[in-house]
């Protein structure tokens, strides 16, 4: 199965760029990721609990970024076991491409999985993968666009203390 849709991020391309490549960005990102370490060379260990229908699972798996194109495309791919539900892989291509006003990224998403999990029905896992690959991005698309704004209010109230306003989560990690 697959999936492509593209959108518009109110970021340059470098902050979505670094964004992409950041490991704490993507964790906030993947719905269900309860821890993801590693780095962009060798890869990042995942943790994802998901729930497709009436199976409930724990994934460990391994998430990779490979086909790196500085700033201008990438490939995600990760797998994950899940135990007596089966296993998940997937992959998305993701481009990006300046535009008046930010970037667009666009993916093409690819799903497969097997075990309990695949016996669902090829109807509710192409809706799970379209809805996860939609949360991702959405998710992705808000941490680039307005890094935590609750964050960004607390800030806003340090400003009166200290006179100078505090970079939120996402800026500090890209030194923005």
């Known amino acids: 199965m697959k999936l492509t849709d593209t959108r518009d991020i109110k970021a340059s391309p470098d902050v979505v760029w670094h964004a992409i490549l950041n490991p704490e960005v993507l964790k906030e ?12 060379a060798e890869g990042y260990e995942a943790v994802v609990k998901q729930k497709v229908g009436p199976v ?16 201008k495309s990438l490939k995600i791919s990760g797998e994950g076991k899940g135990g007596v539900a089966g296993f998940a892989k997937g992959g998305a291509n993701v481009s990006f491409e300046p535009i008046e006003g930010g970037t667009r990224l666009t ?9 309990k999990i695949a016996q669902l029905g090829s109807r509710i896992i192409d809706s799970f993968a379209k809805k996860l ?11 680039v666009e307005d890094p935590e704004p609750e964050v960004e209010k607390l800030a806003e109230e340090d400003v009166a203390d200290s006179g100078e306003k505090k970079k939120g989560w996402f800026k500090r990690l890209i030194g923005g």
């Open 29 to 40: 990102c993947i719905p269900g990721c309860e821890s993801l370490s590693g780095s962009v």
């Open 56 to 71: 409930s699972a724990t994934f460990t798996g391994l998430v990779h970024l490979s086909d790196i194109v500085e700033g």
């Open 107 to 115: 993916y093409e998403a690819e799903a497969n999985v097997g075990g």
């Open 133 to 143: 690959a939609d949360e991702f991005f959405a998710r992705f698309q808000a941490a």
